[in-house]
């Protein structure tokens, strides 16, 4: 699987699909924790993310909504606290 810091909304949503009650709050606190990411005003920091191939062929979406989460990881890979 797309670690939480890397996921789309969506994805986000489909990783908790299997666990009981409301997950509105639990995906916006995993997507505010993204901010991180785009946080150049601290402490230098990198980000050095290694994920399988199969982490982003597994079949958690539809096919659209998969090509939107590989789009992200490719957007992400270009900023600088990124690696």
């Known amino acids: 699987m797309v670690t939480r810091l890397l996921a789309t909304p969506e994805y986000a949503k489909a990783s908790l699909s299997g666990s009981p009650g409301d997950r509105t709050k ?7 924790r993204q901010a991180v990411l785009y946080d150049t005003t601290k402490v230098t920091k990198v980000f050095i ?30 900023l600088s606290t990124c690696a």
């Open 26 to 32: 639990t995906v916006a606190r995993k997507l505010e």
């Open 49 to 78: 993310f290694l994920l399988t191939e199969q982490a982003v062929q597994w079949p958690m979406l539809e096919r659209a909504a998969m090509a939107v989460q590989v789009d992200r990881l490719v957007s992400l890979s270009h």
